[in-house]
């Protein structure tokens, strides 16, 4: 049983028209019924249907929204807002459109019905990140036609493919279509902006200023290949595992980052407790934090997990040949460090080869724009203190950091303290409260007319 909409003009009416918040619910649950579900090739649906949807929302608001597909059905959007100011830089806005799979039958809503239940929405994408996307059509559309451009001029872009790397969606558009990202110099999307209740009267709103880079590896041992009666002293089976053990064993020391040593400085603060980097108990420290010490405790070194193998085809034949895969991530600035311990780790006798590497970015949290979070954060949330972060995962600023473009995750959600807003990313009953998605939906207003 689903609720009918109950979109209400609630948001707060800032002369005419409806409140910017006003639309962000019903666009949301539009945009999880429609399936863009990214399964890493191309038997998924594509963006195509949500990008058309995207854009006849744009359109009404009177911008004028391009389709660029890098393969049929593959689309991301892109669409220019002028500004009051039209000599500012434009600020890049950008969410994706794609969703990570759902086993339907795992949940307990169908991912792609948007129910609406104990004040939730629920869905495939709710938080990751359809609900940002609703968010800024809901902001657009409810400015349109009213005297309220945004300060500066606004590039936003909706993108394919980013729960894969994005190189059918931002990476492609930063290589083929850059020319629409001219003068670009700060952006904002995913994965920050969303609250931590520290008290009552404290509530740390995590800005995401870096994420770690991906260095997904195929490892691969050659050997000699023979009967497996027979002593063989180069067998690829065994050099693979042993590497693999390694690795896998490895304990990559601490590397804290500007973004981590300031967020750790702030969670000292706000907890009243004394996190030295320095020290291992700062994951046990961190646990006060809740589940989303998980993700932070992921960000204060490198890691590399085993994902994969493949070696053999009877049980009495040695094969030649031996492949393992390795997830590895590195902080920021700690790429050549992170390879050379990998080669140190695989030894002579297995070469690797990537399959996936992509960057690193971090960026200061300091600045106009940064003020102009501070300052809407507060205004609605009058308990908020807007802290930065380094995110564990990817996202598409890994594309826009090519173009230099500085990026933060600034999202804003306002969330009930006892939601695991991290597990809810790629999880099981993904979810995100209505009035969260309002709350967004109010500061990213503010926000244009100070950023
Ligand atoms: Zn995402």
């Not at 854009?55 to 807002?81: D, H, I, M, Q």
């Not at 063989?232 to 693999?244: F, I, K, Q, R, S």
């Not at 490198?302 to 049980?315: E, F, I, Q, R, V």
């Not at 600035?333 to 590497?357: C, K, P, S, W, Y």
Request: charged content about 25%; proline content about 6%; hydrophobic content about 40%.
């Amino acid at each position: 049983m689903t609720d009918e909409p109950t979109v209400t003009p609630s948001g707060k009416n800032l002369g005419r028209g409806p409140g910017p918040d006003a639309e962000v619910v019903q666009l949301c649950r539009d945009l999880i019924r429609i399936d863009t579900t990214n399964f890493g090739n191309d038997d998924g649906p594509g963006e195509r249907k949500a990008a058309e949807y995207v854009a006849a929302k744009v359109a009404e608001a009177g911008l004028e929204p391009e389709l660029y597909e890098s393969e049929p059905g593959r689309t991301t959007l892109v669409a220019r807002w002028e500004g009051a100011d039209p000599t500012a830089s434009p600020l890049l806005v950008h969410g994706h459109l794609d969703v990570v799979p759902a086993m339907a039958a795992d949940w307990s809503v169908d991912p792609f019905a948007g129910e609406i239940r104990d004040g939730c929405l629920w869905g495939r994408g709710a938080v990751d990140m359809k609900d940002f996307d609703a968010m800024v059509l809901s902001v657009l559309r409810a400015r349109a036609g009213t005297n309220r451009p945004p300060r500066r001029p606004i590039v936003l872009a909706f993108t394919a493919d980013e729960e894969a790397g994005g190189h059918k969606g931002a990476h492609w558009l930063v290589e083929h279509h850059p020319h629409l990202l001219d003068g670009c110099t700060e952006a904002i999307g995913e994965v920050g902006g969303f609250s931590l209740t520290v008290r009552d009267d404290l509530r740390l709103y995590l800005i995401q200023t870096a994420e770690k880079g991906m260095a997904w590896m195929r490892l691969r041992a050659s050997g000699t290949a023979g009967h497996g009666s027979m002593r063989n002293d180069h067998n690829a089976v065994t050099e693979l595992a042993e590497a693999v053990a390694r690795i896998g064993r490895h304990e990559f020391p601490t590397r804290i980052t500007p973004s981590a040593r300031a967020f750790l400085s702030e969670i000292s603060d706000a907890l009243g407790i004394d996190l030295d980097p320095g020290t291992d108990d700062v994951e046990a420290a961190l646990s006060r934090l809740g589940t989303v010490a998980r993700m932070i405790g992921a960000t204060l070194r490198n890691t590399a997990n085993p994902t994969m193998l493949d070696a053999g085809y009877k049980a009495n034949v040695i094969p030649g040949e031996a492949t393992a895969t390795v997830d590895g991530r590195f902080v920021p600035g700690a790429q050549e460090e992170f390879l050379n311990t990998i080669d140190e780790l695989i030894g002579d006798h297995v070469t690797r080869e990537m399959i996936n590497f992509d960057s690193a970015p971090e960026t200061e949290f300091a600045g106009a724009l940064v003020e102009a979070m501070k300052t809407s954060l507060a205004a609605e949330d009058p308990a908020a203190r807007a802290v930065p972060y380094l995110m564990s995962g990817g996202t598409d600023a890994k594309a826009w950091d090519r173009l230099g473009i500085r990026c933060f995750g600034f999202a804003p959600l306002r969330l009930p303290p006892d939601l695991d807003f991290v597990g809810m990313f790629h999880g099981v009953d993904e979810r995100v409260p209505t009035e969260s998605l309002e709350f967004g939906a109010r500061v990213l207003d503010r926000f244009l007319d100070l950023a």
